[in-house]
């Protein structure tokens, strides 16, 4: 079985410039939630969504947003990347409406990299 | 929002001792206690998780323990073995967001 898959795997960009990180859940899984996880830090929670809509966000700026498509799958997308964006971002799938209450699979992360 | 503290942030213990892992939370209204393992270069996945109506979990080398009332949980490992080198993290979440610590890098030497 396909687990949970993200693309692309690492990436490089530019302060200023725009990314979009990519998803799709484990068959089955309505619920996506996004992470961003710096060096040496544990993850922290950027977005969650559970049949396309939004159903949490963390405290990140405007500039992060998310959807989530018909097939579940979701993307992430960063505007006018600043420094302190460069870091691993992790999705996760869940079988639950609360993602937060049960276990999250977590996909191989996205690493990205402002220069 | 809450705000999670994880303690120690190393640790390194001889293959077949123990080893013990804490955490503290500050919102009262967490209900869901998981410990996740991320091996070098892999993705966090659940070792075991604990609901806050319950005090204390065990599966085989491994419990966890919640005192809701001062807001403190434990991952205990017992009978460690290299292949438990990792870095842990645990998190506290409710219903809207889920808290993690910064994680604790576990090295057992053989």
């Known amino acids: 079985d396909a687990g949970v898959t993200q693309s692309p795997t690492h990436l490089i960009k530019t302060r200023g410039q725009q990314v979009t990180l990519r998803c799709s859940p484990i068959?089955?899984?309505?619920?996506v939630s996004w992470y961003q996880q710096v060096l040496g830090q544990g993850p922290q929670f950027i977005f969650q969504?559970?049949?396309?809509?939004?159903?949490g966000r963390g405290n990140f700026p405007d500039r992060f947003s998310a959807r989530q498509f018909p097939n579940y799958s979701s993307e992430l997308n960063v505007n006018a990347l600043l420094l302190g964006d460069s870091a691993l971002y992790l999705c996760?799938?869940?079988?639950?409406?609360?993602?937060?209450?049960?276990?999250?699979?977590f996909g191989e992360g996205s690493r990205l990299t402002v220069l | 929002g809450e705000n999670v503290e994880q303690h120690p942030s190393t640790l390194s213990v001889q293959e077949g001792d123990s080893a013990v892992i804490k955490c503290t939370y500050s919102?009262?209204?967490?209900?869901?206690f998981p410990w996740y393992k991320q091996e070098l270069g892999k993705r966090p996945q659940l070792i075991i998780d604990?609901?806050?109506?319950?005090g204390e979990k065990k599966d085989q080398r491994i419990a966890v323990t919640l005192n809701k009332t001062a807001k403190h949980f434990s991952l205990h490992i017992t009978e460690t073995q290299p292949e438990d080198s990792a870095v842990y993290f645990c998190?506290?979440?409710?219903?809207?967001?889920?808290?993690f610590g910064a994680g604790t890098r576990l090295t057992v030497k053989p």
């Open positions: 969504y559970y049949e396309k809509e939004e159903r």
């Open positions: 998190a506290a979440a409710d219903n809207n967001d889920m808290r």
């Open positions: 996760a799938s869940s079988s639950l409406r609360t993602a937060h209450t049960g276990e999250l699979f």
């Open positions: 068959s089955g899984h309505k619920s």
């Open positions: 919102d009262s209204a967490s209900n869901y």
């Open positions: 604990i609901r806050s109506n319950v």
